[in-house]
């Protein structure tokens, strides 16, 4: 019986020791760009930007010449490769800070005052 209840008490220590890592979801990172669609699916990493030269181009389209406008690698494949941002996320940074987050909760009660002429 002693055994059952030291067993009993080791299980529930490490259950409430235990804290898995915080996963780091690309949408939650400054770095995100959200599609023209509002779809995170489909979502850009801004820290990797694609490097425009005739040959990446030439094999896309089969035409020679530069693409217009900056386009930024999906967060998918930035999220695949270690030499990027990796499956740990290595280059994820908080979207808000707890500063940033009391600083629109400030602005927004401000404009609510205001609508409301309080």
Same mark, same amino acid.
């Given at each position: 019986m002693k055994l059952i209840t030291l067993f009993v008490i080791q299980f529930i220590t490490f259950a409430l020791s235990y #804290?898995?890592?915080k996963v780091k979801f690309c949408h939650e990172c400054k770095h995100f760009i959200? $599609? #023209?669609?509002?779809? =995170?699916? /489909?979502? *850009?990493?801004?820290a990797f930007p *694609? =490097? $425009?030269? $005739?040959y990446t181009n030439f094999l896309i389209t089969g035409e020679r010449g530069l693409m217009t406008g900056e386009d930024y690698y999906f967060c998918g494949t930035a999220r695949? /490769? *270690?030499d990027m941002c990796g499956e740990d996320g290595s280059l994820f940074r908080k979207k808000y800070t707890k *500063?940033?987050?009391t600083k629109d909760w400030l602005k927004n009660y401000d404009a609510l005052l205001e609508k409301n002429d309080l």
């Open positions: #804290k898995p890592d959200q $599609d #023209k669609e509002n779809n =995170i699916q /489909f979502g *850009k990493c801004g *694609k =490097i $425009d030269n $005739d695949g /490769f *270690k *500063k940033q987050e």
